[in-house]
Nanobody, 125 residues
Framework: QVQLVESGGGLVQPGGSLRLSCGAS????????MGWYRQAPGTQRELVAT???????NYADSVKGRFTVSRDNAKNTEYLQMNSLKFEDTAVYYC???????????????????WGQGTQVTVSS
């Protein structure tokens, strides 16, 4: 069974920084795309940043220049470095990954979409 576990959320003042981590564990064959999403109260979940297996990144306009997504393929872990945090960054942050696992039937691997449980980030003075 595959799990994604996030850590690093918390309370921070405007202008501050936080670093989120998301580790994948279980019977993993490989991990393709990874990403971070967030959901503020009363809003839909929105994309924050994504990163391919080769390290190509994509960011929401609202976080460009402030957030940096990265990954360590050897550790099956991704990170989100958040700098210059603003009130509007307050949300529950979710990590996401497309994970390939081994199966007993042809083609013997399959890719599924996995989500972490979410970690709260609160920006407040």
């Amino acid at each position: 069974q595959v799990q994604l576990v996030e850590s690093g959320g918390g309370l921070v003042q405007p202008g501050g920084s936080l670093r989120l981590s998301c580790g994948a564990s279980g019977s993993i064959f490989s991990i393709n795309g990874m990403g971070w999403y967030r959901q503020a109260p009363g809003t839909q979940r929105e994309l924050v940043a994504t990163i391919t297996k080769r390290g190509i990144t994509n960011y929401a306009d609202s976080v460009k220049g402030r957030f940096t997504v990265s990954r360590d393929n050897a550790k099956n872990t991704e990170y989100l470095q958040m700098n210059s945090l603003k009130f509007e960054d307050t949300a529950v942050y979710y990590c996401n990954a497309q994970i390939v696992t081994v199966t007993t039937t042809f083609p013997y691997t399959k890719e599924d979409d996995y989500w972490g449980q979410g970690t709260q980030v609160t920006v407040s003075s």
